[in-house]
């Protein structure tokens, strides 16, 4: 990506253009602010991501994916955009859980 930049900008002065707009670089948003594991911050951080720990910025739509150690209401979750995402789904205790997982699969089987 630097090099391209670089390229462009040689160019352009070869050239005699005298502006060359860069393009500006978009980071991933990861929200954390509902997630104690310090593993997380580390690694986005050395991704270069942009690291949301004020949970005010929920209503601000500034970041991609939001990380939790638990599930979130499903009436916060109705107000993601398309493209914002979560690291649980609604119900998700169903199938992680051995004895839910295990009535959940009797019920499937008894349907069929």
Not at 41 to 48: D, G
Not at 65 to 81: G, H, K, Y
Request: charged residues 25%.
């Amino acid at each position: 990506q630097n090099w391209k930049a670089n390229q462009i900008e040689a160019t352009a002065k070869a050239v005699g253009a005298t502006t060359v707009k860069k393009k500006k670089e978009k980071r991933v948003g990861l929200h954390l602010s509902a997630c104690k594991y310090a593993v997380l911050r580390y690694i986005a951080k050395a991704c270069n991501m942009n690291v949301i720990e004020d949970d005010e910025d929920l209503e601000a739509v500034n970041f991609n994916v939001m990380w939790a150690d638990t599930v979130i209401p499903l009436d916060r979750l109705s107000e993601f955009q398309p493209w914002q995402k979560f690291n649980h789904y609604p119900s998700m205790y169903n199938i992680t859980r051995k004895l839910n997982l295990s009535i959940t699969m009797s019920k499937m089987q008894k349907a069929l």
